[in-house]
């Protein structure tokens, strides 16, 4: 019996099932890196790139003899008749024993990166790597994979080239691993940072549909909603790239939940309570005067619910053309005022004015002393009442009124009181009155 006779022991563990079996090349259980090689062409052949649709172009893929190496050259045209065969070429290249997770020595990428690539619209065939990246997750491939050169894993590539239907199922497999991964290549922001800056607007629906965080900033401080580039930036000729700008701005900046440092506790939701009954509740009708922000100085006329936010807000004119509109938002006009005297604000937002009154004392003109010793009754009252009418603020000057020691005086307009001293003080300059209630 020679040795070709004896049975091969070996051969019952290559019998054993296998997720994937290799009828070429038994398949490794580590991955490597390929080295880099051209792209295989046939003889006379007329064209610079590989067609897997010609006749002698197609021999070639299936050839045994065609290594992995060249495949990967293949994969890297960037032409349609390739990238829509980009399922094909995979499986042949995992025929030849090639590891879910090997690498191309050029790029440093990997089947999945590949297949996320080739998912292009356009270039690209979004079912066919959808095709490839189901069979690659299935055998096992790394989503958290990056390509030394880009940094970029198998989500950052779906993310750049605008694919939605492959980030569904790389998150499906990999959530919430890789959801918010930064990349360095793009100042570390994440995959939504990736597709905001190529106005990929499918995937940014997509990823925002996930769970990615609208929040996120990169390295240069930026959120998603910030790198998006700025539609008037853009030519005539880019109208529609405009649009998309526009848009994907909007729903960045609607994703990004409102924060507050308050306590909820102290935060009333006055989202269902009528306007007069909320201007009631805080001593204000409308016509009132108020302030907005302690600033601003200006006449309600305005207090409800609005189209343009949730809540309650009050609309006032200003006195001065500090404000931002007419009365109406978003062609809505919930009051008449002129142009650049109207503002919004929460109810939160504005306080009730002060009275306005002299800021100093309404003097009268000095007039001879009257001796008053021979008056009784009614000219003493009299002479009561008309010394009510002084006010005093702090600016008095004895010699320009005639005000005694003892006489009764109206503070600021409010306050009644007695005139106990006039005379220099320490704690300010020129003569000052003490009033005593």
Known sequence: MTREDLPDSASEDTQ?????????????????????????????????????????????????????????????????????????????????????????????????????????????????????SNQLLLLGADITLRSRWTNMNA??????????????????????????????????????????????????????????????RNSKGQAPAEVVPDPMDMG?????????????????QDAVPLTCNLPKITLPNYDNIPGNLMLASLGLRLG?????????????????????????????ELDDPDGKNDGSVGGIHYFICPPKHGIFAPVSKITKA?????????????????????????????????QKKSLSVGSLDKEGMNIDLGDQVLVAGQKHGAVRFYGKTDFAPGKCHSIIP
């Open 16 to 132: 054993r099932p296998l997720e994937f079996q290799s009828p070429i090349v038994e398949k490794r259980r580590r991955p490597v890196v390929h080295p880099s090689a051209p792209a295989p062409l046939p003889k006379d052949y007329s064209f610079t790139f590989f067609d897997p649709n010609d006749p002698a172009c197609k021999e070639i893929l299936y050839d045994p003899q065609t290594s992995v190496p060249q495949l990967f050259a293949i994969i890297r045209q960037w032409v349609p008749q390739v990238q829509h065969k980009i399922d094909i070429i995979g499986s042949e290249i995992l025929k030849r024993g090639c590891h879910v997770n090997d690498r191309d020595g050029l790029t440093d990428m990997t089947l999945l990166h590949y297949a996320c690539k080739a998912g292009a619209h356009g270039v690209g065939d979004p079912a066919a790597a959808v095709r490839l």
């Open 155 to 216: 989500l950052h590539y779906a993310a750049y080239f605008d694919v939605p239907e492959l980030l569904r199922i790389l998150l499906k497999a990999s959530k919430p691993k890789v959801l918010n991964s930064t990349c360095s290549d793009f100042s570390h922001g994440t995959a939504l940072h990736i597709a905001a800056s190529n106005l990929c607007l499918g995937a940014v629906k997509c990823l925002l549909e996930h769970g990615a965080n609208p929040s996120v």
């Open 236 to 252: 005539l000729d880019k109208a529609e790239s405009a649009m998309i700008a526009k848009e994907l701005k909007q729903i960045l």
């Open 288 to 316: 009132d005067r108020v302030l907005v922000d302690t600033e601003k100085a200006g006449t309600l006329r305005f207090c409800g619910a609005t189209e343009f936010a949730s809540g309650q807000w009050v609309g006032v």
């Open 354 to 386: 002060p009275d306005q009154t002299p800021s100093s004392v309404t003097s009268t003109p000095r007039t001879p002393r009257m001796d008053f010793s021979r008056v009784t009754g009614k000219a003493k009252k009299d002479k009561k009442a008309s």
